[in-house]
Every structure is written in C-alpha cells, then in structure tokens.
T-cell receptor, first 117, second 112 residues
C-alpha cells in the first residue's frame, strides 16, 4: 500500500542547531502534505499545510521563519527547524494526501522525535 | 477551542469483549470522520472512516457509528484483541482539501 517515509526518526542536537526533517511519499504523488507536532499525551496539532510549488500555509501561532517548509516536488516536503531551542523538542509527524485530493486515505510518516539539549 | 473531543483518555477492556471509543465534535461543517490507531514512536495508521451521509460503516472487527444530531461518533472493536492496544485518534474534516482536526486520543488497553 501507499507509504510515507519520514527521516530521520530521531534527532538529538545542541541548542542553536538547525534541523531538517524530510517527508516522502513513496508510491504516490502528494499535492498536499501536512506537518503536525505532538506533545506528550496531547493531540496532533497541525503546524502547516504544504502545497507543491507554492508557499506553505501556517496555522496561527506557528512561526514561519522558525519552521521553514519546502514542498519542492510531488513526493517530497521538508521541515527545517531553524536555530532550535529546548522548547522545540517534540514529536513531528508529516502526512500526505494523494493527488486526487480525496480525504481518504491520508497517510502518515512514522514521525521524528526531536530532542534539543 | 477543541473542535474534536475524546473525553476518555484511557480505556481498559478484557480480550474478547467489545471496546467502545467515543468522540464528539462541535463544528457542524465537518462531513468526514476518520479513526486512526497509533503505536508509540510511530505515525498514525488509518483504520476506518465514515461520511456524513452514512450512520454506520463496518470493516471486519471495526465499526464506526455516526450520530449527526448529537455530533457524536464511536468506534466499536469486537472482539478486542491484545494487539489492539494502542492510542486511537478520532479526526474530522470539512469538505474540500482541508487538514484533519484530531482529538486528543484514547489509550486502549486490551487485557488478556
């Protein structure tokens, strides 16, 4: 079936480092990809919607200069956490919606656990 | 403002019995509802969905019921198996290419 690959799965780095997370749809084209953040015991909070070839749409309260999103192709979106600080430590998950635009199914990556020291 | 609410953070059920997970929503524009299952350190996996034109959808051991007037949906798992132990997220979306809105999840533990 359709698969979304997210890399890396776990990152530990020092404060001030920029970290790039990749999200790839492996066997389908994804016009739209979504980036979520999950804190412990909380829901998945939508950060931004990424559309191929255009600027990402950020949710209220999410700093676009802090969380840079690039959707360069129909199979790849990247999230870069710039100058990461301990409060950015979280579980980041991407999802991709097939090009048909149908709601179902929306496939998720396995997430990236980001730990900032 | 939580548009999708899962008021039970956890649920324990004996193996072989029925598990019932509940979800309430407030946005009357939502017309598509989904349930996802999530294991630790993994992304959510799609389980089952239902459109607002239906009130029931069944897939094997999983059945989702939708009560539009009450803005309530539920996921029934029967019989429950230990491998069903996970966090279950309810999600909803209005028409169009819009993001899913998730509840906070319910941790299901199926005890052998």
């Amino acid at each position: 079936g359709a698969v979304v690959s997210q890399h890396p799965s776990w990152v530990i780095c020092k404060s001030g480092t920029s970290v790039k997370i990749e999200c790839r749809s492996l066997d389908f084209q994804a016009t739209t990809m979504f980036w979520y953040r999950q804190f412990p015991k909380q829901s998945l909070m939508l950060m931004a919607t990424s559309n191929e070839g255009s600027k990402a749409t950020y949710e209220q309260g999410v700093e676009k200069d802090k969380f840079l999103i690039n959707h360069a192709s129909l199979t790849l979106s990247t999230l870069t956490v710039t100058s990461a600080h301990p409060e950015d430590s979280s579980f980041y998950i991407c999802s991709a919606r097939p090009r048909s635009g149908m709601v179902e199914p929306q496939h998720f990556g396995d997430g990236t656990r980001l730990s900032i020291l | 403002d939580q548009q999708v609410k899962q008021n039970s953070p956890s649920l324990s059920v004996q193996e072989g019995r029925i598990s019932i997970l509940n979800c309430d929503y407030t946005n009357s524009m939502f017309d598509y509802f989904l349930w996802y299952k999530k294991y630790p350190a993994e992304g959510p996996t799609f389980l089952i969905s239902i459109s607002s034109i239906k009130d029931k959808n069944e897939d094997g051991r999983f059945t989702v019921f939708l009560n539009k007037s009450a803005k309530h949906l539920s996921l029934h798992i029967v019989p429950s198996q230990p491998g069903d132990s996970a966090v279950y997220f309810c999600a909803a979306t209005p028409p169009g290419n819009t993001p899913l809105v998730f509840g906070k999840g319910t941790r299901l533990s199926v005890i052998a």
